[in-house]
């Protein structure tokens, strides 16, 4: 038993270690890890639960263990890793024992390490047990207790409280330490969803309808990726968020629709979905491997009405004449700060810098794929980010520009009821502690005629 366990927990500390080093997204780097040591499912929820926690409360523990590792600034990385793990065991979760998860940390320190590793990382953590930790409350600042309590960088929280005040940065806070739900889409084209959920269901899987999207399912037990119905192409996982950008679209059938960063195309097999395989999705992405997922999910799916195309997006006009499609979807690149329950080792890597980057990027694309606009047409911009500086004032700044080009307050109507309160005007920021999606931010632009 202690070997699989103690496995497990070396598994996480080399997972932390190379997320840390490589500055890769943790949820590719811990799938791989999973399918090459071919654990069992006890053992994944458990190494998921260590490495995603550990992430998710980084600064916490950094902040606990800071005043046991005085006289050891310069420890080897793992190290730190593995105290923080340890440490997040004994503070976040009650049904592994201090003792056990000690000992696991020591016999790893030995393993990795030597004995004189081994005595320190016994020391330190035998000194919490009897000490205590130190108390978050006694830091004065609001914005500095709040960046601990939650692990989200002190510039972050700043800003977010500049833009949104402090209760909502709190709230926002709170729930990106939490797990998020897998949900997914069901192929309309294919099969209703009562009857996909059905299917589901008897294959032992216990799923929930979405109260907000009509064909979005969430799952509650087990990975729809790996279900019958997902391989025939009954459904696509997707966040409930990112599916309302194909209804900001409102793509009719017979349509010329063009989505111009599209890979891994969750939001251009919607489009074609909702245009029942009909008219034409053309989807262009930079990257040759990323849009092999493209056409990878729309042969899945059973979509012949989806295009794709490798190219810039910048440099898109090159490509297609002026005024050539009825509708354009602009799923931005941005900060990806609406996804950290996803990725929670962003938080630590993404810089004020970065989003001051990322505006520039999405002003020039929104610049780029304008001209491509038949009059009348709609233009949906998108992120998964809640910043203002990416979202409201890009936009705001792209009508500034350009007069022939308006907010279209029609958006709301074509929103799916639970949502049309949230929508002011031409545009919609959603929180993740709103529905329990991710962040998200959508606004719906309309060329005059």
């Given at each position: 038993?202690?070997?699989?366990?103690?496995?497990v927990?070396?598994?996480?500390?080399?997972?932390?270690?190379?997320?840390?080093?490589?500055?890769?997204?943790?949820?590719?780097?811990?799938?791989?890890?999973?399918?090459?040591?071919?654990?069992?499912?006890?053992?994944?929820?458990?190494?998921?639960?260590?490495?995603?926690?550990?992430?998710?409360?980084?600064?916490?523990?950094?902040?606990?263990?800071?005043?046991?590792?005085?006289?050891?600034?310069?420890?080897?990385?793992?190290?730190?890793?593995?105290?923080?793990?340890?440490?997040?065991?004994?503070?976040?979760?009650?049904r592994?024992?201090?003792?056990?998860?000690?000992?696991?940390?020591?016999?790893?320190?030995?393993?990795?390490?030597?004995?004189?590793?081994?005595?320190?990382?016994?020391?330190?953590?035998?000194?919490?047990?009897?000490?205590?930790?130190?108390?978050?409350?006694?830091?004065?600042?609001?914005?500095?207790?709040?960046?601990?309590?939650?692990?989200?960088?002190?510039?972050l929280?700043?800003?977010?409280?500049?833009?949104?005040?402090?209760?909502?940065?709190?709230?926002?806070?709170?729930?990106?330490?939490?797990?998020?739900?897998?949900?997914?889409?069901?192929?309309?084209?294919k099969?209703?969803?009562?009857?996909?959920?059905?299917?589901?269901?008897?294959?032992?899987?216990?799923?929930?309808?979405?109260?907000?999207?009509?064909?979005?399912?969430?799952?509650l037990?087990?990975?729809?990726?790996?279900?019958?119905?997902?391989?025939?192409?009954?459904?696509?996982?997707?966040?409930?968020?990112?599916?309302l950008?194909?209804?900001?679209?409102?793509?009719?059938?017979?349509?010329f629709?063009l989505?111009?960063?599209?890979?891994?195309?969750?939001?251009?097999?919607?489009?074609?979905?909702?245009?029942?395989?009909?008219?034409?999705?053309?989807?262009?992405?930079?990257?040759?491997?990323?849009?092999?997922?493209?056409?990878?999910?729309?042969?899945?799916?059973?979509?012949?009405?989806?295009?794709?195309n490798?190219?810039?997006?910048r440099?898109?006009?090159?490509?297609?004449?002026?005024?050539?499609?009825?509708?354009?979807?602009?799923?931005?690149?941005?900060?990806?700060?609406?996804?950290?329950?996803?990725?929670?080792?962003?938080?630590?890597?993404?810089?004020?810098?970065?989003?001051?980057?990322?505006?520039?990027?999405?002003?020039?694309?929104?610049?780029?794929?304008?001209?491509?606009?038949?009059?009348?047409?709609?233009l949906?911009?998108?992120?998964?980010?809640?910043?203002?500086?990416?979202?409201?004032?890009?936009?705001?700044?792209?009508?500034?520009?350009?007069?022939?080009?308006?907010?279209?307050?029609?958006f709301?109507?074509?929103?799916?009821?639970a949502?049309?309160?949230?929508?002011?005007?031409?545009?919609?920021?959603?929180?993740?502690?709103?529905?329990?999606?991710?962040?998200?931010?959508i606004?719906a632009?309309?060329?005059?005629?």
């Open positions: 038993m202690t070997s699989t366990k103690k496995n927990r070396a598994i996480a500390m080399d997972l932390l270690v190379q997320i840390e080093k490589n500055q890769s997204y943790s949820n590719l780097l811990l799938n791989n890890v999973i399918e090459k040591n071919e654990l069992s499912p006890i053992d994944v929820g458990l190494l998921t639960e260590l490495t995603y926690g550990t992430l998710q409360r980084r600064m916490a523990l950094d902040f606990y263990l800071k005043p046991f590792l005085k006289d050891n600034k310069k420890l080897a990385n793992w190290i730190h890793h593995l105290l923080r793990l340890t440490l997040y065991q004994m503070v976040y979760l009650d592994i024992p201090d003792r056990a998860a000690i000992y696991e940390a020591v016999e790893i320190a030995k393993i990795r390490g030597h004995k004189g590793i081994a005595s320190l990382v016994n020391g330190v953590l035998r000194s919490i047990q009897r000490e205590g930790l130190p108390l978050m409350s006694e830091v004065s600042d609001p914005n500095e207790r709040l960046s601990l309590e939650t692990s989200h960088p002190l510039w929280v700043t800003r977010w409280v500049k833009q949104f005040g402090f209760e909502k940065t709190k709230e926002m806070c709170e729930v990106n330490l939490t797990a998020p739900m897998q949900t997914a889409r069901v192929n309309l084209t099969i209703s969803r009562d009857e996909c959920v059905a299917i589901l269901e008897e294959d032992g899987y216990q799923i929930e309808k979405s109260p907000i999207i009509p064909e979005a399912i969430r799952s037990k087990g990975n729809l990726a790996s279900t019958i119905a997902f391989k025939y192409g009954m459904l696509t996982i997707q966040d409930e968020s990112s599916m950008a194909a209804y900001a679209l409102g793509a009719k059938e017979g349509k629709v989505d111009a960063c599209a890979a891994p195309g969750g939001k251009s097999t919607h489009i074609a979905e909702k245009m029942q395989n009909t008219g034409e999705v053309i989807s262009v992405d930079l990257h040759q491997h990323k849009v092999k997922l493209i056409n990878d999910n729309a042969r899945r799916l059973g979509l012949s009405n989806i295009k794709t490798v190219s810039d997006s440099l898109i006009q090159e490509k297609f004449k002026d005024e050539s499609f009825n509708r354009i979807l602009l799923d931005a690149p941005c900060s990806g700060l609406g996804v950290m329950r996803r990725k929670p080792d962003m938080k630590y890597t993404k810089t004020e810098q970065d989003v001051e980057r990322l505006s520039v990027i999405q002003q020039d694309l929104l610049n780029s794929v304008a001209p491509l606009l038949k009059k009348g047409g709609i949906v911009y998108s992120t998964c980010t809640v910043d203002k500086q990416e979202n409201e004032q890009t936009v705001k700044k792209f009508l500034e520009n350009h007069p022939e080009y308006e907010g279209d307050v029609s709301k109507q074509r929103m799916p009821e949502i049309q309160p949230l929508v002011t005007g031409y545009d919609l920021q959603i929180f993740p502690q709103d529905l329990g999606s991710d962040g998200f931010y606004a632009i309309r060329k005059k005629v």
